[in-house]
């Protein structure tokens, strides 16, 4: 398991003795709404599921942020990657990602070929902008885009005649590795053959129900994260099947806690957490 620690302050006295080497950059994730992340580290920045434009009864972003994302504003300023687990609305938007991109000419665009295709056919930026990766289930692929390694794995979201085909992507900042899996319905069996809990991957963001419900039950022991973000968390007006035993997003809420205590449960719009390398 990585060696990571969550920093919510950190304060350091200066004292004399020999010259030490400069601590790692924090990594700072901001949550965005449903499984939208904005995760960077030093001049690196990654957006991850974050321009979309929503279902009902899940979080989104909302007009003033995804429009403060376009313009580039602070802190979505100078993004390197915009990344998407799969094409559906509450992850993907055509028309958001094609403002993005027209806004942003430097960023370029990681997804599915599902998603890649509806992109084209509203009319793709650039070839070199855009970027469809989609490995054989049970495999990954690495690559390295603007300087970033990404690890793209086929993690299967809806089987049957029309599958969705969904990325789960292993974003590599500088040595600290963060795993986003999308809507991922793969159970503990189906992921240890990928290896993950060798890969020492300091964060995982992982939809609620991998925490929470127990058909999932040895997930997060596949993935053997250092830290843990539980997203994709329902409104509390969604229906209370959507929550599984729990009824609610209250008691859904209150089961991650107590089977996951040291996970940041993402709600709150725009909240942040930093993240660092604890080890030697």
């Known amino acids: 398991m990585a060696n990571v620690s969550l920093v919510l302050l950190t304060a350091a006295l200066a004292l004399p003795g020999p010259a030490a080497a400069a601590p790692a950059e924090p990594v700072e994730v901001t949550y965005l709404a449903n499984e939208g992340f904005l995760i960077?580290?030093?001049?690196?920045?990654?957006?991850v599921?974050?321009?979309?434009p929503g279902i009902p009864n899940y979080p989104v972003a909302g007009a003033e942020l995804v429009a403060d994302m376009v313009a580039g504003e602070p802190p979505f300023d100078g993004v390197d990657l915009v990344l998407v687990s799969h094409f559906h609305r509450d992850h993907f938007g055509v028309a958001e990602v094609g403002r993005?991109?027209?806004s942003q000419p430097e960023a370029v665009f990681v997804s599915t070929p599902q998603t890649v295709e509806a992109l084209a056919a509203a009319g793709s930026p650039p070839a070199d902008r855009v970027r469809a990766l989609w490995p054989e289930e049970g495999a990954?692929?690495?690559?390295?885009i603007v300087g970033i390694g990404l690890t793209a794995l086929n993690l299967h979201h809806v089987r049957g005649p029309r599958p969705t085909q969904n990325l789960g992507l292993l974003v590599d900042l500088d040595g600290f590795r963060v795993l986003h899996v999308g809507d991922t319905e793969?159970?503990?069996?189906?992921?240890?053959?990928?290896?993950l809990d060798?890969?020492?991957i300091d964060l995982a963001l992982l939809p609620d129900w991998l925490l929470a419900e127990p058909a999932w039950a040895g997930v997060v022991e596949a993935i053997a994260p250092g830290?843990?973000?539980a997203m994709h968390v329902a409104?509390?007006?969604?229906?209370?099947?959507?929550?599984?035993?729990a009824g609610s997003r209250a008691g859904r809420v209150e089961r991650i806690r107590g089977e996951h205590p040291g996970a940041w449960i993402a709600t709150e719009p725009m909240a942040k957490r930093v993240f660092v390398d604890s080890a030697p």
């Open 40 to 47: 960077a580290r030093g001049e690196r920045k990654v957006l």
């Open 49 to 52: 599921d974050a321009l979309f």
């Open 227 to 229: 830290a843990l973000i």
């Open 186 to 195: 793969v159970s503990a069996e189906e992921i240890r053959p990928l290896g």
């Open 140 to 144: 990954s692929v690495r690559v390295e």
């Open 100 to 102: 993005f991109l027209a």
């Open 198 to 200: 060798s890969m020492e």
């Open 235 to 245: 409104e509390p007006s969604a229906p209370a099947s959507w929550f599984g035993a």
